[in-house]
């Protein structure tokens, strides 16, 4: 690995201002030309592609490579034992960091609240013959917006009739009437309903998430419907117990080993070059969210974020607060590193996590510039990294510990320090749960909510900003799991 290594030193130039330029221009052109920035995501989403499909081959050639290179599997076992350790401590100072300032703050307090149950409001149900759906027409205007409710996540619900309706992807929803494609009773069968009545709110869909579902998806049992489903943990230890083995079988298993060196050696060099297309790729990315909340938000992103000033503030603050100050002091003291120029060396790879909002999109661009660049061994790095972004989110654990905390001050539910203790833990494990896609936390939230009784509702109002600060969160994620692989491998290297 090292000769091939060498080689991509001197190539190794990647373009740092054009990313910095693309991310400016991306927000400004986003918010005074979303018509036209809505068009440019097309460059986001093919860069996105070409960085999700690099993930699955880097992670498993890495985590084989790591292992081999290991050798011994006590040594295997310290690692894994101090990058849990590690990994887990640090989530832990994120959620401690967001229970105080959420609780300084109190962003929930006096708050305005989006109503979601409106139990004296008349309705009327249209069917639409053509699609086999119909409309849901409100009596009166509710102070709904197309960005409170989301098809994905949310659904309708008649009070009077007990029923539940599925709503529309496709149909425009606004303030009076709300496009369903079918309606079902409570044990979800299909159902017609009445064709007026009074009393509806707007309900969570309400995903079943428990801690066994959550260890349940970390186990492989079929490698490949993995690799499909982008579930990441699977493939990892099916990875770490295959690399083990083929150690174990000599002078037989080498030419696998140089086969699989040779994969990762390959990958990374993709990465370098996909990374020449990065500007135009963030571009786009930051450049069509931004255009899109313009166009979906009646009043703009801006006001968006005005409206949910003070959670969003706690949150970024919080974030700011771990990422640029405990982790950096980490990076300084316990890392022994000078972080200006390792910040500087990462630059790609923030922007990376900020513009794809998925830390897995970013673990190549991460992986290659921590080894290339900030010169973390390899053998660390190929271990630590994957891992770090599988199962170490601490801003998706921060984020959800102030979102929780919002909810239930929005709702003026007392919590107390048990309840507290409760969200502490249920973040934690909500972070490692959440998959290391885009907004993938929001679901974990839900978990979060229902160990302390609050109502999950509340999501809905945090849903419309949620894909910026899902942004940033992301990006937190992603330092954290540098900032972790460059300090573990400190102690490695002692
Ligand atoms: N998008 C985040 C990540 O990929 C996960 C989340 O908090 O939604 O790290």
Known sequence: MTEANNNTHKTLSIPVYPILIAVVAGGLIGHYIPDFA?????????????????????????MICGVTSLGDIRHLEKLG???????????????????????????????QITQTEFPKMNYSIVQTPISGGSILKLSAKTNLSSSDINPKRNTVYLIDQNLIGIIDDFGTISSEAIPITQWLNISGMKAEPKLSGTGLSIKTIDKKLSVTEVIKTYVPRNIF?????????????????????????????????????????TIIKCVILLMFLAPIGIFGLIAGSIGDAELTNPNGFLAEMTRLARYSATVIIGLIIHGAITLV??????????????????????????????????LPVSMTLITEKNKVSEKVADFVLPLGATINMDGTAL?????????????????????????????????????????????TLVMVLKSVGLPVEGIGMILSIDWFIDRCRTTVNSWGDVVGATIIDYFEGK
């Open 225 to 265: 419907r993995s690799m499909i489903n982008e579930n990441i943990f699977p493939l990892i230890l099916f990875s770490l117990i295959f690399g083990t083995v083929l150690t174990t079988i000599g002078e037989k298993g080498k030419p696998l080993i140089v086969v699989i060196e040779a994969v990762n050696i």
């Open 329 to 362: 002091l980490a990076l300084k003291f316990i890392g022994k590193r000078d972080p200006i120029p390792f910040i500087r060396n990462m630059i790609p790879q923030l922007f990376t996590a900020f513009s794809t909002g998925s830390s897995m999109a970013t």
């Open 38 to 62: 809505v068009k440019t995501k097309i460059f986001g989403e093919i860069f996105l592609s070409l960085l999700f499909v690099l993930v699955i081959p880097l992670i498993m050639s890495s």
């Open 81 to 111: 034992l101090k990058t849990v350790i590690y990994y887990l401590s640090s989530t832990l100072v994120a959620v401690l960091t967001g229970l105080l300032l959420v609780n300084f703050i109190s962003p929930g307090k006096n708050a």
């Open 399 to 443: 984020y959800q510990v102030v979102a929780a905390m919002f909810i239930a001050q929005i709702y003026n539910i007392y919590l107390g320090i048990t309840e507290q203790i409760i969200i502490i833990l249920t973040a934690t494990i909500g972070s490692i749960g959440a998959a290391a896609i885009p907004q993938a936390g929001l679901v």
